[in-house]
């Protein structure tokens, strides 16, 4: 189904059905390897022990989420590092899903990477930032424009990078991307502690949403639910998919296992009663304010779904943020 007719159907399942436990989103792990070692990653997800399966069963993956995930993102570990990246994100991209792919730049020197990924993706989201080592992309960003790529920087907030964020975000609007300023997650097993302080996060992150508006890519709605506005329907439209296709849920931070993607019909995992005893356990403790929870549950809010809807429609089809 085309991609703007699934939204639609997403719309009707979860405001006027009451499926709510319908989603829209997918962050698709598509290894567990990775050619860094950041502070706050989860080591799992750089040092290749998630199980990997080849291209044929990570197509059959894809098929799965067709049926009802509008906006795809391939991410990892570091997804540029599979060989089979371009074909996996080829066979994704025929108009039934908004296709991401989140790197960490690693292959991103290659012009002729870059003049492929252009007509296999419609966002790349770049991870850049002190974390990742990679600051002084920020004086090349423009570059991609060339290409036809349409970037949004993503740079991990930490209670230490806090106060220096306005500079890149400068940066981002001189070449008309978006930036996405994700909050450091405190995984049980962290090797140190990095989450903002949530009410400083809140400030700065409202102040310069009405300083530099759609560049940022956080929404409205997002903030004001870290401000503590809860969004009235607190749920989740967001999933995340392990390289093995294992659904950890209702997140990979706080969740379990509930089936495999490569076996289990995506909808009759979600509908399932196991699926549903952990969205309420969800409800009841921090997983509610993970990022990708809060950022879909604000749809819920139709003012907040028009504005975010507003703002990636005059991206998509422009090409400036
Ligand atoms: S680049 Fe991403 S996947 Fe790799 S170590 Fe850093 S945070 Fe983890």
């Not at 049926?67 to 080829?90: A, C, H, K, Q």
């Amino acid at each position: 189904m085309n991609r703007n007719l699934k939204a639609i159907k997403w719309f009707i399942n979860t405001q006027l059905l009451g499926k709510w436990y319908s989603v829209a989103y997918a962050t698709f792990k598509v290894t567990s390897h990775c050619n860094l070692r950041c502070t706050f990653c989860n080591p799992s997800y750089y040092s290749g022990t998630l199980q990997e399966v080849g291209t044929e069963q990570l197509k059959k993956i894809i098929d799965n989420l067709r049926s009802t995930v509008v906006v795809l993102s391939f991410e990892g570990g570091e997804p540029t590092t599979r060989p089979d990246i371009l074909e996996l994100l080829e066979y994704a991209h025929d108009g039934s899903f908004y296709v991401m792919l989140t790197t960490n730049g690693y292959k991103l020197n290659d012009p002729d990477f870059l003049s492929k990924l252009a007509d296999r993706i419609d966002f790349l989201h770049y991870s850049i930032d002190e974390y990742h080592w990679n600051v002084k992309a920020f004086d090349t960003l423009c570059k991609f424009r060339e290409y036809g790529l349409k970037v949004n920087v993503q740079t991990v907030v930490t209670r230490y990078n806090i106060d220096k964020l306005e500079d890149k975000v400068r940066k981002v609007k001189e070449c008309g991307y978006k930036i996405l300023l994700m909050p450091a997650v405190d995984y049980p097993d962290s090797r140190v502690k990095l989450a903002p302080d949530r009410e400083k996060y809140f400030e700065v992150l409202s102040y310069l949403k009405r300083k530099y508006g759609s560049t940022l890519n956080n929404s409205w709605g997002f903030i004001r639910a870290v401000g503590g506005e809860l969004p009235k329907k607190l749920t989740s439209y967001a999933i995340t998919v392990y390289p093995n296709g294992d659904l950890p849920y209702p997140d990979d931070v706080n969740g379990e296992i509930i089936g495999n993607l490569t076996r289990n019909r995506l909808e009759d995992l979600l509908a399932s009663r196991r699926a549903d005893e952990l969205r309420r356990k969800m409800l009841e403790d921090e997983a509610r304010y993970e990022y990708l929870h809060l950022q879909t549950a604000s749809f819920n809010s139709l003012r907040d779904l028009a504005e975010y809807v507003k703002e990636m429609g005059k991206w998509a089809f422009t090409g400036r943020a």
